[in-house]
């Protein structure tokens, strides 16, 4: 099934609800992996969105894909062409496999189709972010050659 899987371009009439469910599960992550109230976290989550995505799909160097097998949607995959300690280099906003579809190396697929997107855009590296409780994807990352290369950690203390 994974050797099926297809990127294709978010379309216009598609934007509005990717982007209100991209908010949506963002600002659920800033909640929940960093002990943010739920309303700065989708407070932190609108203003980045539109700080990052600021022209919709025609921001400027911005690839939004639906991932599909056999034409059916699975998940979905944000990728942006950006430069990072001089590096030109893809950075993955968001991969996501729908829940229906979990646990058949779709993930996989689509991190190997990024890899194939950053190569066709002329990239050679890329990275991304990964919340600390994203277990699961953390060890998929480690699995195909990703590392560390920095963690923010913190501990909250009990008031005096």
Do not use: C
């Not at 579809?101 to 993930?107: A, D, F, K, S, V």
Request: charged share 30%.
């Amino acid at each position: 099934m994974t050797d099926q899987l297809a990127l294709r371009p978010l379309r216009q009439d598609e934007y509005a609800a990717w982007h209100d469910l991209e908010i949506e599960e963002y600002a659920r992550d800033i909640a929940v992996n960093g002990a943010t109230a739920p309303e700065a976290a989708h407070e932190k989550a609108v203003t980045d969105m539109a700080q990052i995505l600021h022209d919709g799909l025609a921001t400027p160097g911005h690839h939004v894909f639906v991932l599909e097998v056999g034409g059916e949607r699975v998940g979905r995959l944000w990728l942006a062409e950006r430069e990072i300690d001089g590096r030109r280099t893809i950075f993955i906003y968001d991969i996501n496999i729908d829940a229906a579809h979990r646990g058949r190396g779709l993930g996989r697929a689509a991190m190997e189709q990024a890899e194939v997107e950053a190569r066709r855009l002329g990239v050679d590296r890329i990275e991304l972010n990964v919340f600390g409780g994203n277990e699961v994807a953390r060890r998929l990352y480690a699995s195909m050659g990703y590392i560390d290369r920095a963690v923010r950690m913190a501990k909250d203390l009990d008031p005096a």
